[in-house]
């Protein structure tokens, strides 16, 4: 399809429990990316990913996130024992390349965590 | 360290108004500009996406400009309409930085009836 999925749309989760959301890219893009919106319009790189592999993680809280992306599978990103700090929209994108070209980014709807 | 910021933070206009959004960035390695739209609690719809060797896009009322040299990028609205009234975010992609969008802060923009 030409939209990139993200499922569930709303997750409540209490402080401690796992959360884990989908992406999935629109076929045939090769990159991935996860963005976390926590303020009104703040935007935080996480995590990307070519094809299955792990392009950069600089931006991923490494003791409690985890991010995946199998092949034919939709990506994932799991919390571990959310923090209230967690609480943010979480946002996928997918590319043909790395935007270093005439190709931008889709960005799919978001899903929004609350962490109670 | 690039960064990307976007002035005024909100901006309140009367329907048929002619405006401009700014977006300036620090570095001037940049592969690419793009604009975005984000309604209340609903994702990111791009507008425009101007490559670094590339001056400007234009779509229906919508004109983006890329200025490397100054840094800034500026998003030109005609005869603006209450249904452009939404958050409106530029992002950049850089030199060695893995492809990610450096985003800035947005503009709220408001368009009267």
């Known amino acids: 399809g030409e939209e990139v999925a993200q499922t569930p749309k709303h997750l409540v989760r209490g402080e401690g429990q796992k959360a884990k959301l989908y992406c999935a890219p629109i076929?045939?893009?090769?990159?991935v990316f996860w963005y976390q919106q926590v303020l009104k319009n703040e935007f935080k790189f996480l995590i990307s990913?070519?094809?299955?592999?792990?392009?950069?993680e600089t931006g991923m809280p490494k003791e409690r996130f985890s991010a995946k992306c199998l092949p034919n599978s939709p990506c994932s990103l799991e919390i571990q024992a959310t923090k209230l700090e967690d609480s943010a929209v979480y946002f996928c994108?997918?590319?043909?390349?790395?935007?270093?070209?005439?190709?931008?980014?889709?960005f799919g709807s978001g899903t929004r965590l609350t962490v109670v | 360290k690039q960064e990307v910021t976007q002035i005024p933070a909100a901006l309140s206009v009367p329907e048929g108004e002619n405006l401009v959004l700014n977006c300036s960035f620090t570095?001037?390695?940049?592969?690419?500009l793009q604009w975005f739209r984000q309604d209340p609690g609903k994702g990111l719809t791009s507008l425009l996406l101007?490559?670094?060797?590339?001056r400007e896009q234009t779509s229906g009322r919508l004109n983006a400009s890329l200025d490397k040299s100054s840094g800034r990028s500026t998003l030109y609205i005609a005869a603006s309409q209450p249904g452009d009234s939404a958050t409106y975010l530029c992002a950049g992609t850089f030199y060695n930085q893995g492809g990610k969008l450096i985003f800035g802060q947005g503009t709220e923009l408001s368009v009267k009836p």
């Open positions: 101007i490559q670094s060797s590339q």
């Open positions: 990913f070519q094809n299955e592999n792990v392009f950069d």
């Open positions: 076929k045939g893009h090769s990159y």
């Open positions: 570095d001037s390695a940049i592969y690419n």
């Open positions: 994108a997918s590319s043909q390349s790395l935007g270093l070209t005439n190709y931008g980014y889709t």
